[in-house]
């Protein structure tokens, strides 16, 4: 018997961070979907780390991603 799993690959924390593209598309569909996969949490991390350290570009696209969580946070409390 085979069983077929609809898991994507997971890829590690060290990937995302040389990822960025990747890394928001991943981080922002986990936000859309609630979703807390090792995915989710990895490509988490490597937005963070685009957020304070990114390059010119990457670094305000990742910071508009936490601004906007936090102004969605703050609207409901």
């Given amino acids: 018997m ?11 924390e060290a990937w995302y961070k040389q990822h960025p593209d990747e890394t928001y598309a991943v981080y922002t569909q986990c936000l859309k979907d609630g979703e807390a996969s090792d995915n989710c949490e990895f490509a988490h991390r490597a937005a963070l ?12 696209k990742f910071e508009a991603i936490f601004q906007q969580e936090a102004a969605k946070r703050n609207a409901v409390t």
């Fill in 2 to 12: 085979i069983l077929l799993s609809g898991c994507k690959e997971t890829k590690s």
């Fill in 49 to 60: 780390m685009f957020a304070q350290e990114g390059q010119p570009g990457v670094k305000e």
